[in-house]
C-alpha cells in the first residue's frame, strides 16, 4: 500500500484523554512504547497530547502541519448535542467544522460492530463551554457534538486520511457532567474505541475502485418501487405491501418512512384496503384470498416472472410434469410453485434430479427461478437433460437479463480485483449469487447493506475493490460505498461496461397516469 508518510498519529487533547487511548491500544501503551507496526502500515501509531482548548489545538495543528505523518485520528471526550444521545456514546465525526471526515460510516459501523454505542454526525468546534439554550440552537442547526479542538487538528491533516470520535461526556439531560461524573464513562469508551482506530488506521491506503457495470435497479425493481410510490401518491397513507416488495433493505426503509405497510400475509389488511404484490409474483391462491377480501390489489410482479409463471401453467395444461430450478423457501419460488403445484417439483441440485420421479418420463419440462447462478442453473439443467433427453424448455431463458448481465459483469471485475464488495441485502437471491460468482472466480467478496457494513480488516493490504450491486440496491448506496472508501486515502474509480441495458416496463393500470 502507499500514500503513507509516516506514522498513524492519534491526536488527544487532553493528558487523561491520552491516557485511555494509550491503555485502549493493542498491546498496552501507545506513543513512544516500543511496538510493532500495524498490518498493512509502515509505522505503530503515535498517540499526540494536543492540549486543551482552541487556542492550544490551532497551536499544535500547525506544528502538526510541519511533520511527516500517515493518517490522523483525533480522539477525546465532546459535549452532546441532541436529546437522544446518552453519556459514554461515541460520535464519529462526518463533517468536524468545515472538513469532511468521509470514512465516518466505516469507522461507526467498526465500532458498533465491537459492541460500542456509535453515531456518525456533525461535530462543531468552538471556543467556550456550551450551556442550555446555545446547546440546543447547536442542536437545530444539525450539529451532534461540541468539542474545543477537533476542528484546527483535522484541518492540519490536509490530504492525509482524518477521522474524528467523540465519546459524549454530557448531554441536554446530564449538562456540565464534565470531566468528572460523565467523563468516566467517556474515557471508558474511548479506551474501547482505541482498537478500532488502529484498525482504521491499518485500512487507510491509496486505492484503486473498479466498478462492474451493469449493476444496481434492474427494470423489474425500479418498476415495482415506482408502483409503490404512485400508489401512495394516488391512494394516501397506508399502502399495504405483501411482503418485501425487493429484496433490498434501504429500499423497504425508505418506503416504509413514506407511508408504505409491508406485511408477510394479506390477514394483516384490513378488508377493501390497497394491497401491492411484490417483484417476486405470488400464487394463484394468494390472487384468489384477495379477491375474496375485497382488496384492491396492484400487481408489482416483474414481468419476467409472469412469463416463467405463463409457462408453468401451460406446461402443466399440456400434461408435463415441472421441474423447477430454484431455492426452496423463496418468495418468488413459492410463487411459482403455486401455478401448478400437483404437476410441479422443486430441484436444486444435480441430487435432487436423481431423485425426481415425474409422471411420465417422456413428458418432462423445467422452468428456473430468474435470480439463479447461471452456472450452478446450468449445472442442474444439464443434469436433467441427461435423465430425460426429451426435456422441454422454456423458449427463452427463465433466469433474466438482469441477473445474467451483473454476473457477467462481476466476473470482469473480480479477475481484476483483490477483493470485491456486493452491495445487497442478505436476502437478495441475485446479490448472493455475485458473492458466489466472485468466489468461484477465486477473488473474495463480501455482502453489504452499505459502507457502514464494510469490516476493516477486509481492506488492510487490498489495493484494487471491485464494487457492484444486486438488482434491488439502489445505485445511492454504491455512491455512498465509494465516498466512505475515498475517507481513507486516495482513490481512483474506474467502470468496466460489459454490456448496456435499455429495458423498460410499462406500469399497471391503476397507477398509471
Ligand atoms: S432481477 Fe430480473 S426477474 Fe427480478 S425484478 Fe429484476 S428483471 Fe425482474
Excluded at 498493512?40 to 499544535?60: I, K, M, S
Excluded at 435470480?371 to 437433460?385: C, F
Aim: aromatic residues 4%.
Amino acid at each position: 500500500m502507499t500514500g503513507k508518510t509516516g506514522p498513524p498519529l492519534i491526536c488527544a487533547p487532553l493528558r487523561i484523554e491520552a491516557r485511555a487511548v494509550r491503555r485502549g491500544l493493542r498491546g498496552g501503551l501507545g506513543g513512544s512504547s516500543p511496538r510493532g507496526a500495524l498490518p498493512g502500515t509502515d509505522h505503530p501509531p503515535e498517540v499526540l497530547r494536543t492540549g486543551y482548548g482552541t487556542t492550544r489545538a490551532a497551536r499544535q495543528a500547525g506544528a502538526i502541519s510541519q511533520r511527516s505523518f500517515g493518517q490522523m485520528m483525533i480522539m477525546g471526550v465532546g459535549g452532546g448535542l441532541t436529546t437522544d444521545l446518552s453519556v459514554g456514546d461515541l460520535v464519529v465525526g462526518t463533517e468536524v467544522g468545515s472538513v469532511t471526515c468521509a470514512s465516518a460510516p466505516l469507522l461507526a459501523g467498526e465500532l458498533r460492530r465491537a459492541g460500542l454505542p456509535a453515531r456518525t454526525g456533525r461535530i462543531i468546534t468552538v471556543d467556550h463551554l456550551i450551556r442550555g439554550p446555545e446547546r440546543a440552537k447547536l442542536a437545530a442547526e444539525g450539529w451532534l457534538c461540541v468539542d474545543m479542538e477537533s476542528e484546527p487538528l483535522a484541518a492540519a491533516a490536509g490530504d492525509h486520511p482524518v477521522a474524528v470520535i467523540r465519546a459524549v461526556s454530557d448531554t441536554p439531560h446530564r449538562p456540565l457532567a464534565g470531566i468528572v461524573s460523565g467523563g468516566l464513562a467517556a474515557l471508558r469508551a474511548l479506551r474501547a474505541a482505541a482498537p478500532v482506530a488502529e484498525r482504521w488506521a491499518a485500512a487507510c491506503g491509496t486505492r484503486q475502485v473498479l466498478l462492474a457495470g451493469p449493476r444496481s435497479f434492474c427494470a423489474g425493481v425500479e418498476r415495482a418501487i415506482e408502483i409503490v410510490e404512485r400508489a401512495l401518491e394516488r391512494y394516501g397513507e397506508p399502502v399495504y405491501v405483501r411482503k418485501q416488495i425487493v429484496h433490498n433493505t434501504r429500499v423497504v426503509g425508505d418506503l416504509t418512512s413514506r407511508g408504505a405497510v409491508f406485511v408477510d400475509e394479506l390477514d394483516q389488511v384490513p378488508n377493501g384496503a390497497t394491497v401491492v404484490f411484490s417483484a417476486h409474483g405470488v400464487s394463484p391462491a394468494v390472487r384468489d384470498e384477495a379477491t375474496r377480501r375485497s382488496l384492491a390489489v396492484i400487481d408489482a410482479t416483474c414481468p419476467l416472472v409472469s412469463k416463467v409463471h405463463a409457462e408453468a401453467r401451460r406446461f402443466a395444461a399440456d400434461g408435463y410434469t415441472l421441474a423447477l430450478i430454484g431455492h426452496a423457501g423463496h418468495e418468488e419460488v413459492e410463487g411459482t410453485l403455486g401455478e401448478a403445484p400437483d404437476s410441479t417439483v422443486l430441484v436444486q441440485t444435480a441430487e435432487d434430479v436423481a431423485a425426481f420421479r415425474p409422471r411420465d418420463g417422456e413428458r418432462v419440462a423445467y422452468l428456473m427461478q430468474t435470480t439463479l447462478s447461471v452456472d450452478e442453473a446450468a449445472e442442474v439443467a444439464g443434469a436433467l437433460r441427461e435423465r430425460f433427453p426429451g426435456v422441454r424448455s422454456p423458449s427463452s431463458d427463465d433466469i433474466c437479463y438482469a441477473t445474467t448481465n451483473r454476473q457477467v459483469a462481476v466476473r470482469a471485475v473480480a479477475a481484476e480485483s483483490d477483493l470485491v464488495l456486493v452491495a445487497g441485502s442478505a436476502n437478495s437471491s441475485n446479490s448472493v449469487r455475485l458473492v458466489e460468482t466472485c468466489e468461484r472466480a477465486g477473488t473474495p467478496a463480501h455482502l453489504i447493506d452499505g459502507a457502514e457494513d464494510i469490516q476493516l480488516d477486509w481492506l488492510a493490504g487490498v489495493s484494487v475493490i471491485g464494487l457492484t450491486a444486486g438488482a434491488s440496491a439502489p445505485p445511492a448506496v454504491v455512491e455512498e460505498i465509494i465516498s466512505a472508501l475515498s475517507g481513507l486515502g486516495p482513490l481512483s474509480v474506474s467502470e468496466r461496461i460489459t454490456t448496456t441495458e435499455s429495458i423498460r416496463f410499462g406500469l399497471p393500470k391503476e397507477v398509471r397516469h
